[in-house]
């Protein structure tokens, strides 16, 4: 039962076609199915979409028209609690669809779930036993849309949770959003029907209001529902008719309009919170926009898809020329209504630098109104996007089950008909002829002249900060508009640089051969080595990881200027490079390289083609030997780390991270930079802690399928001369043993965090670590169960248990927000449902077959193949891991998983730390 923020399709035109979702290896892939729509006599409209690709799988999602803008002053939050109450008792299940569905073994979150925003109710079902779940599923939703009791005893039970649920959304980025909703939808209905209403309101509201909500909404003609999966027509149609045809045809109640009222004006927002470390000034038009339907709607959205990328192009080429206090400058546009936008220019600034950037944001805003966008940009997009269409009129749309239902269900969740991506290409790049230049920049001059504008000032922290009055603000735009601009600048040539090389070659001086897990060890005269397996997974590409004891709190490191320095050198590229000279050379050679810098080790990986093995190396080589740092990528991660540091003075949020630290650790990891050391810090100071990393001995790690003396040709040119020296030793930072507890009055907010961590020494073996997350998953389900279905003291609660393999300990951590009077007794059967967990033959028959599932998949998954040969070299210095894989499932017995349950709760180290509102201590 989750609650949203509003969403409404903006153009999925081509961006939609050029997603492509990542599938499951074992997944199959199929076209674009028949999609059946049709509508009972009663006004209920359903989609049926068979897909046989994925035998006996289906989803069932279920839409009503029905959301918190439909609410009247006194029904806040009244759409989110029926919600949540149609899953209690019904006509003919009086024991509650949500028990009656369990019985069955139906998992809340898993088989179902429903979710509320602003303007519906929708209900998701995949039933555990599939297709042959449907006609419980389709009794399910007509019990719940149509005979939902709503008793005031279930609502004065149902009320703990949805508070927990309101509960858990406190904080600073709930407040944040309420401070924008009321500043960019002012004038509409949305400020004022918050989606889960308020404290007080779920407090007090009667059954009688959810009552009367549910009969003037849940009506078959404001209900849409959609069937995907390995369903017949006819048969699935028979089956809705026999549950929601004999319902009474009821017209569907009228919506209000939700668009704001629009007027000529200009405000002056302060958007600020303690907790929040935002610094921006923005100028935002907003403006009535109505979508039309089919090709003309479809041009109208290719419009701007051409506007804001052009525009974005152009205000990334201005980034030279602003002022050192101010960041980047970017435009986005943005659905606020059915019918309304907002579109705004933001920059960011210096904690006190606002002015400064209105001033900059006025200076574009105003070289926009002048010369426009260039003409020979609007050709370029326009012929880009040709490019694609034509890409696509030619490429039937394959996707996986679980990849149709996200896309489908997206687009039928706005009301939307889904196109394929021929359909969608064939029509695009016919109308994409027919728009000119003119039209472009018509459009964006009527963006930037709407006259109902915000001007929205963005404080960091809870420094004090004066928001500028107006007329500083007139005068300021006045000045900016009398004063000359220059045109936009035109685009410049990304020349692409030469890689720097080391003139010296190396050679492998030993080799160890592994035939059992294929594969390959060199020793290389530099000192370092190279693990190669050779996998027909790896198609036609090269995976490479270069992982080397180097983290960033090894010897001889300031670990923030490491972090700081592996973030920039990735980023940058070799000396000399920009950000955009490095993204060009890697979409240029088909390369990507990445950094990872954690604290004892450094992993650097990347990816190619085949062909591209040499590029791919040399990059490596080049950021191994002759590392830059670009100046603008460098000046936005000080900007960023600035306004970090200004949130953290006085911050509650601060307050609770190093008391939590102290209490776990004893002492934080290292010290935080000052302001004043980030003003002094120099380029230089951080490449010197990328090369000191850089000179510890690497084992690099290559998955392909290609011939040995092609890599050995390629390794012993461009890694085996590389310069080393001496790995860093890193003291590991370990949570300390003991039982320790804090509670403090930290939160802002009328809510209790409850955190509890727990560590137990265990070796590292797989077999264990398989049987660590079957026992997390059973303790899962059985930790929800205690303290939400139980107890109704939480909503939402997080949960994780792993043996982690760098640590050697089995550490676990739970978490949940509750209220403030239960927070200790929360806690406490958190603690004891860790000694309650009954675990038996059938649900661990149940979580094997689910592992050997998994592993049919995994064992076609490149990733787990790479991520598992570094755990196996990481414990074992070979590579047995990858040849005990087939024994792993025989390891999953009652014995072993209750042993490994047993061992995620220490009785000996423990850390629990409660926050409690500040109000606590008045």
């Known amino acids: 039962m ?22 499951h290896a074992a997944d199959a892939s199929s076209p674009l199915p028949e999609i059946h729509e049709g509508e009972l006599a009663n006004g209920l409209r359903y989609t049926l979409v068979p897909i046989k690709a994925d035998k006996g799988r289906v989803d069932i999602r279920l839409s009503v028209n029905a959301g918190s803008l439909d609410e009247t002053p006194d029904q806040s939050g009244v759409a989110h609690m029926v919600e949540h109450m149609v899953f209690r008792p019904s006509r003919s299940w009086p024991e509650g669809v949500a028990d009656a569905l369990a019985r069955q073994g139906w998992q809340r979150g898993l088989h179902y779930n429903a979710m509320t925003n602003y303007q519906r109710t929708l209900y998701m079902f995949s039933p555990p036993n599939g297709v042959k779940g449907l006609p419980l599923a389709l009794e399910a939703l007509n019990q719940m849309t149509r005979h939902a009791q709503l008793t005031q005893r279930d609502l004065d039970d149902e009320r703990k949770v949805i508070l927990e649920e309101w509960r858990g959304k406190l904080g600073v980025a709930e407040r944040m959003n309420q401070q924008r909703v009321a500043a960019i939808r002012d004038g509409s209905r949305y400020p004022d029907r918050p989606v889960i209403g308020t404290e007080a309101s779920i407090r007090t509201t009667p059954a009688s209001a959810l009552q009367a ?37 009821l017209a569907a109640a009228v919506r209000a309009d939700d668009n704001p009222i629009l007027t000529p004006q200009r405000r002056i927002v302060r958007l600020q919170d303690s907790e929040s470390g935002s610094s921006q000034v923005s100028l935002v038009m907003r403006f009535h926009e109505a979508w039309g339907a089919g090709p003309a709607g479809f041009r109208d959205r290719l419009i701007n898809q051409i506007v804001t990328s052009v525009l974005s192009d152009q205000l990334l080429r201005q980034r030279d020329g602003l002022p050192a206090q101010v960041g980047n400058i970017v435009a986005r546009r943005s659905d606020i209504a059915s019918k309304t936008v907002a579109f705004a220019l933001f920059a960011d600034v210096n904690p006190g630098s606002h002015l400064d950037g209105l ?24 012929q880009r996007l040709l490019k694609v269409a034509q890409r696509m009129k030619t490429k039937p749309e394959m996707r996986t089950f679980s990849d149709w239902v996200q896309i489908l269900n997206a687009s039928w969740s706005n009301g939307n008909t889904y196109y394929d991506t021929q359909a969608r290409g064939a029509a695009a790049a016919d109308l994409l002829a027919t728009i000119t230049p003119e039209e472009v920049n018509a459009r964006l001059s009527a963006w930037l002249n709407a006259p109902d504008t915000l001007v929205q000032f963005s404080f960091p922290g809870k420094s004090h900060w004066t928001l500028p009055a107006a007329k500083t603000v007139d005068a300021l735009e006045a000045a900016v508009a009398t004063a000359p601009l220059a045109k936009p600048l035109a685009p410049q040539p990304v020349s692409v640089p030469t890689l720097p090389t080391l003139d010296a070659t190396g050679t492998r001086t030993g080799v160890k051969d592994f035939p059992q897990a294929r594969v390959k060890e060199w020793q290389l005269s530099n000192g370092d080595r190279l693990v190669w397996l050779k996998t027909p997974l790896a198609e036609k590409k090269v995976w490479f990881t270069a992982h080397s004891e180097a983290g960033y709190m090894g010897d001889g490191m300031v670990p923030w200027q490491a972090q700081l320095a592996s973030q920039l050198v990735d980023q940058s590229g070799p000396a000399g490079w920009h950000s955009e000279a490095l993204q060009q050379w890697k979409k240029q050679n088909g390369v990507s390289l990445s950094v990872d810098q954690q604290a004892q080790t450094l992993a650097v990986s990347g990816q190619a083609s085949r062909d591209k093995l040499d590029a791919l190396f040399r990059l490596y080589q080049a950021l191994q030997t002759r590392p830059g740092i670009d100046g603008e990528t460098m000046k936005s991660s000080l900007m960023q780390l600035a306004r970090r540091l200004a949130v953290q003075q006085g911050s509650s949020s601060a307050r609770r991270e190093d008391e939590i630290t102290r209490l776990r650790f004893g002492k934080p990891a290292f010290a935080q930079p000052t302001p004043a050391q980030l003003n002094t810090l120099a380029p230089e100071t951080l490449l010197n802690q990328w090369r000191t990393a850089t000179r510890a001995p690497v084992t690099y790690f290559v998955l392909a399928d290609m011939p040995a003396d092609t890599l050995e040709a390629a390794v012993t040119r461009w890694l085996a001369a590389i310069p080393r020296g001496d790995a860093l030793h890193a003291a590991p930072y370990l949570a300390r043993p003991g039982l320790h507890e804090q509670t403090s ?49 939480i909503y939402n609660m997080r949960f994780t248990s792993e043996l982690n393999d760098n640590s050697g300990r089995i550490e676990t951590e739970v978490r949940f927000t509750t209220s403030p009077a239960r927070a200790r007794e929360m806690a406490r059967r958190a603690t004891q449902a860790f000694q309650g967990l009954t675990i038996d033959k059938r649900a661990v028959d149940a979580q094997r077959a689910q592992f050997i599932k998994a592993e049919k998949n995994r064992a076609q998954d490149i990733y787990t193949l790479q991520r598992r040969l570094l755990l196996s070299y990481a414990h074992f210095d070979n590579p047995s891991y990858l040849t005990q894989l087939d024994t792993l499932a025989d390891t999953i017995t009652v014995a072993t998983i209750r042993d490994a349950a047993a061992r995620l709760l220490s009785a000996q180290n423990q850390a629990l730390y409660i926050a409690l509102p500040q109000e606590a201590v008045k």
């Open 2 to 23: 989750m609650w949203l923020t509003p969403f409404r399709g903006v153009c999925a035109a081509l961006l939609a076609a050029s997603l492509s979702l990542s599938a």
């Open 213 to 249: 909500f549910y009969q003037q909404w849940y009506r078959p003609a404001a209900m849409r529902l959609m069937i995907i999966g390995d369903i017949d027509i006819k048969s699935a149609e028979a089956q809705i008719a026999r549950q929601f045809a004999s319902e009474p045809a």
């Open 359 to 382: 001033k900059v944001v006025f200076q574009e805003r105003d070289r926009l109104k002048r010369y426009g966008l260039r003409h020979e940009d609007i050709d370029a997009e326009r």
């Open 745 to 793: 009055a930290v939160n802002i907010e009328p809510k209790a965090d409850v955190r509890l961590w727990s560590f137990t020494d265990a070796g590292w073996t797989p077999a264990r670590a398989v049987q660590v997350s079957i026992a997390r998953n059973l303790m899962n389900q059985h930790l929800k169960g205690v303290l939400r279905d139980d107890a109704r003291g």
